[in-house]
């Protein structure tokens, strides 16, 4: 069993529509961080999320993390092909290194 | 500013063989760290450093691999022999402390 469950683990969705991705845990976690990989490219780090209830938008993506530290979720308004890509949460220990979801495989059709 | 530098980007060799993954962290950057990642199992920590010293090598697979660090601008990850298990993008990242991790594009390994 992963420490960070992501749902859905494959998304395929039309030019437009509103998406909404999941990084589940039983534990509680002082921060999260949300990635996006690119086909042939390395995870870029998109958000940190680091109080409960926390909301932090970048553009059309709405990162948020749960009251009680254990989930976030990033919605997606509007979503476009550049948004195509595996979306991982992970959370960053406090030794630096990162704890990884399996990820979110979205692609967004034209 | 250059990024974190992988060399090369894409190896195929046979089984048996030795393989010799390259990295070239973001100048001033204290840790660096290699990654594997595979289908089956996501994402998964090799081994990282802070300041040229291994500090948890737990991932790493077996014996067969070795990751090494002589001055700051440069690791390298080996593998030998090399199985077609261990097929998968390996990529090293770099940090400065707690900020950022910068990834690399990757290597993508290919052993038959």
């Known amino acids: 069993t992963q420490l960070l469950e992501q749902s859905p683990q494959f998304l395929s969705i039309q030019e437009g529509e509103n998406l909404t991705v999941y990084c589940n845990s039983s534990s509680v976690f002082s921060s999260l961080q949300w990635y996006r990989q690119e086909p042939g490219e390395g995870p870029v780090l998109l958000v940190t999320?680091?109080?409960g209830g926390e909301v932090k938008k970048l553009k059309r993506l709405t990162f948020q993390f749960g009251d009680a530290r254990k989930d976030s979720s990033l919605h997606i308004t509007a979503a476009q092909p550049g948004d195509t890509g595996l979306y991982l949460c992970?959370?960053?220990?406090?030794?630096?290194?990162?704890?990884w979801g399996a990820g979110t495989k979205l692609i967004i059709k034209p | 500013d250059a990024g974190v530098i992988q060399s090369p980007r894409h190896e195929v060799t046979e089984m048996g063989q030795e393989v010799t993954l390259r990295c070239k962290p973001i100048s001033g950057h204290d840790y660096l760290f290699w990654y594997r990642q595979t289908m089956m199992r996501g994402l998964e920590l090799l081994i990282y450093f802070n300041n040229n010293v291994p500090i948890d090598d737990s991932g790493m697979p077996e014996d067969r691999f070795s990751a090494k660090m002589p001055n700051a601008s440069f690791s390298t990850l080996k593998i030998q022999p090399s199985e077609p298990r261990d097929s998968a993008v390996y990529f090293c990242?770099?940090?400065?402390?707690?900020?950022?991790?910068?990834f690399g594009e990757g290597s993508w390994l290919t052993v038959v």
């Open positions: 990242a770099s940090s400065l402390e707690g900020n950022t991790i910068y």
């Open positions: 999320v680091v109080t």
């Open positions: 992970a959370w960053r220990t406090s030794n630096y290194q990162l704890i």
